[in-house]
């Protein structure tokens, strides 16, 4: 059974910085783009960033880039999401998202397997 569990979310101060991660158990992602989404209370699941397999190309959201990094280990199947500089705008529930295929998109339909979720909370 596919997995990704996602976890470090947590309440922080405006400016401050998390680190969330997104262990895949289940089957190899080691050649499939990984991907954060995020969802706000009353709007629509929307793109953070996405990786490629290898870990080389990197696609994000205007809103985080410069704030935000994704990165991957494949060797212990987990992706990352650092976050610096974070804004009450960045308050939401974050999901991983894997693909089949190593195409680094910004849309919900391309990504097959999800995780539950993990709340982020940014204080002003």
């Known amino acids: 059974q596919v997995q990704l569990v996602e976890s470090g979310g947590g309440l922080v101060q405006a400016g401050g910085s998390l680190r969330l991660s997104c262990a895949t158990s289940?089957?190899?992602?080691?050649?499939?783009?990984m991907s954060w989404f995020r969802q706000a209370p009353g709007k629509e699941r929307e793109f953070v960033a996405a990786?490629?397999?290898?870990?080389?190309?990197?696609r994000y959201a205007d809103s985080v880039k410069g704030r935000f990094t994704i990165s991957r280990d494949s060797g212990k199947n987990t992706v990352y999401l650092q976050m610096y500089n974070l804004k009450p705008d960045d308050t939401a529930i974050y999901y991983c998202?894997?693909?089949?295929?190593?195409?680094?998109?910004?849309?919900?339909?391309?990504?097959?397997?999800w995780g539950q979720g993990t709340q982020v909370t940014v204080s002003s």
């Open positions: 289940g089957r190899t992602f080691s050649n499939s783009a």
């Open positions: 998202a894997a693909s089949r295929r190593n195409v680094l998109s910004n849309s919900r339909n391309e990504y097959d397997y």
């Open positions: 990786i490629s397999w290898a870990g080389v190309n990197m």
